[in-house]
């Protein structure tokens, strides 16, 4: 039997998870279609997913094609969880990238399909609605073409679109035959040469799609409707033939990645792995980061629908383990795969905001749910003021946040409020500074010689630590304590905020060696430990980046506005208002095309005004694109929640009242 774990990906109410439910119909897994308006479908299981309509965790479900086992995961549309998509992508064998034939190619269509293309993920597209008034399915492939990509060929037409009695026709090989050589041909010198001499036959010809679309270079595009099933029965032939299954070794070393973690009934850790190589048992032990290990103590895997218990999973499948507590989303399971070169797909959270909760006894409460959220989702980033007792949350946009309140009022029972939202800034260095603290001289009290100097590095290099002293002029555990303790420092910049795009060089290193008194144990007030090491970096850290000196970057969206011609003279001072930045500016016939960037601070409000200046006609696009210095009004503080190393009696007391 042969495994496919396949994802389906769409813009927001594009009809991805009813194409879910129809195909989970079609090859017999449910006997009733659920409908996403009644909250009656399979994979939206959450309370608030139900209420609102939209998907907001992916959800796994199984089936079975002739001889391939199916792992179908449905992801969230809205771009406010986009983490949930990007986790999703690292174990995906293909998708099914749904786009509605009423609102056709949209922004989040575009960022899902860069992407995919980016990972070589074999995707196919499945345009869906034709059912539905103003479907053109024509004017969408035009799109696909132009807008996500030209390598695509439809394999079939509709037939009175936009009514209820639409219906997907595939094409014949004849039809097909001529397309599939212009596209096909491209990729292949040797299906080039076959057809100038001595023709290719339909079999070769669909021998060559299959392997071209599985390795993602190109993206055959079928139409149909999720509420009619017209076109279903062609997507699933075409998943089963043209997506690669994913293969492994049962019998190889035991690697997978774990890409969603829930609790159970019981708050008991469930990890969601997916396996590509060996196979894991229950009662096997995992060791897991930071030298912690867990014994997996049940395991169940997806067949017919349903999570089934066994004793084991292997190479290609999809996982639910437990008894891993330590276990986080983006661990590896044994043996680590090659990471990305992108440590992710998709863009970080820009936005933050602060928790508070409404019944101020609730304030432990919800520093524990919320720290059981971001086991889910890591991306949150819990920040914790210790000192104003407040918690700080990381986010895409203002429909995240509704999600995180009505979660914790759903299910921990705790009602919040939400500060403003504010962008969540970088510092980068602008010079080269130095600093140095020596052992037993004053005013350094700790038993360390620690020197450091930081150079400016390129952008989006992130920090790079090096040493300029020799790796055995101490124990390796103490410059270990530096190098963590440098990258925790960079955390709270001068100004509060990340620090990056920097390198950081060790230049001095000292330490007392181990002393004792004669018959008498370790005595730790003459010898050097790691906690020396941990508590003067910080000081020295700070000299360094104080010298150098940092400027305050905010987050930079890039945006596409197609608009009506006529309402452009409403737009652009609005926009200039906004501190958009227009770069570009087409016009094509009644419609204008703007392209350009604009401070994250300035979407929201934006977002609110243009559908009344385009008269509902714009389609608006906006992904985040780099961090630009502020130029405009104060350079924004944040509010530090360490020990504040800046000021160095405040910070050596915090750390005495800490010991």
């Not at 595939?170 to 001595?198: K, M, N």
């Not at 010079?431 to 390129?458: H, S």
């Amino acid at each position: 039997m042969h495994m496919l774990n396949l994802g389906i990906l769409a813009h927001v109410d594009a009809g991805k998870t009813s194409l879910t439910e129809r195909l989970l119909h079609a090859v017999g897994v449910i006997d009733e279609i659920g409908r996403v308006d009644d909250g009656s479908t399979q994979t939206d299981t959450l309370a608030l997913e139900r209420r609102r309509g939209i998907t907001i965790k992916s959800a796994v479900v199984s089936f079975t094609v002739d001889d391939v086992t199916v792992n179908l995961i449905d992801t969230p549309g809205h771009p406010d969880f986009i983490a949930e998509v990007e986790r999703v992508l690292s174990v995906l064998d293909g998708a099914v990238l749904v786009v509605s034939a009423v609102e056709g190619v949209q922004a989040q269509t575009r960022v899902l399909m860069r992407t995919l293309q980016r990972l070589r993920i074999p995707t196919l597209v499945f345009v869906n609605k034709i059912d539905r008034a103003g479907a053109r399915y024509e004017r969408v492939l035009e799109q696909i073409s132009a807008r996500l990509t030209p390598a695509i060929v439809a394999m079939g037409e509709a037939g009175e679109q936009g009514t209820r009695a639409a219906r997907f026709t595939p094409f014949g090989a004849a039809r097909l035959r001529a397309p599939l050589l212009d596209l096909l041909a491209g990729h292949d010198d040797d299906l080039l040469a076959a057809y100038v001499e001595d023709g290719v036959s339909d079999d070769r010809l669909r021998a060559a799609l299959a392997r071209q679309t599985g390795q993602a270079l190109v993206h055959p595009v079928y139409l149909g409707s999720a509420m009619t099933g017209t076109g279903v029965a062609e997507l699933i032939a075409g998943i089963r033939e043209l997506l690669p299954s994913g293969e492994g070794d049962a019998d190889g070393p035991v690697s997978g990645t774990v890409f969603k973690v829930e609790r159970g009934p019981a708050g008991e850790k469930i990890a969601y792995a997916r396996m590509f190589s060996g196979t894991l048992r229950i009662r096997d032990r995992l060791p897991l980061r930071d030298g912690a290990a867990g014994k997996v103590t049940a395991i169940s895997v997806f067949d017919g629908g349903s999570a089934v218990p066994e004793t084991s999973v292997s190479a290609g499948r999809i996982g639910r383990l437990w008894g891993l507590e330590d276990i986080r989303i983006g661990d590896s399971i044994g043996v680590p795969r090659k990471s990305s070169p992108d440590e992710h797909h998709f863009s970080p959270p820009t936005l933050e905001t602060v928790v508070a909760p409404c019944r101020p006894r609730d304030k432990g409460a919800l520093h524990l749910a919320l720290t059981q959220l971001a086991e889910q989702d890591p991306l949150i980033d819990l920040r914790h003021d210790e000192v104003r007792k407040e918690t700080s949350v990381s986010l895409y946009g203002e429909v995240q946040k509704e999600v995180i309140q009505a979660t914790l009022a759903d299910e921990f029972g705790i009602d919040v409020v939400f500060r403003e939202t504010t962008p969540l800034c970088v510092e980068r260095p602008v010079g080269t500074g130095t600093a140095v603290e020596f052992n037993g001289k004053a005013p350094n009290p700790f038993l360390a010689t620690v020197g450091l100097r930081i150079d400016p590095a390129p952008v989006d290099s992130g920090v790079e630590f090096r040493l300029e002293v020799e790796l055995g002029a101490m124990p390796y555990a103490f410059f270990k304590a530096v190098e963590d303790t440098v990258r925790e420092t960079l955390g709270q910049g001068i100004h509060g905020w990340q620090v990056t795009d920097c390198t950081v060089t060790m230049t001095r290193s000292g330490y007392s060696p181990r002393q004792s008194h004669a018959h008498q144990g370790f005595d730790k007030s003459m010898s050097s430990t790691g906690a020396d090491f941990r508590g003067v970096t910080p000081l020295v850290v700070m000299s360094a980046l104080r010298e150098a000196g940092t400027r305050v970057h905010e987050p930079v969206h890039r945006f596409r506005l197609e608009a009506p011609a006529d309402t452009l003279g409403a737009v652009l001072p609005v926009f200039a208002k906004q501190r958009a930045v227009v770069r570009t500016t087409e016009t094509r016939g009644a419609t204008s095309v703007l392209e350009g960037w604009i401070p994250v601070a300035r979407v929201h409000e934006l977002e609110q005004w243009l559908p009344g200046l385009t008269r509902g006609e714009g389609e608006w696009e906006c992904t985040f694109d780099h961090y630009a210095p502020v130029v405009h009004g104060a350079v924004p503080d944040r509010p530090r929640t360490d020990l504040n190393p800046l000021d160095r009696k405040e910070y050596l007391l915090n750390v005495t009242r800490r010991v």
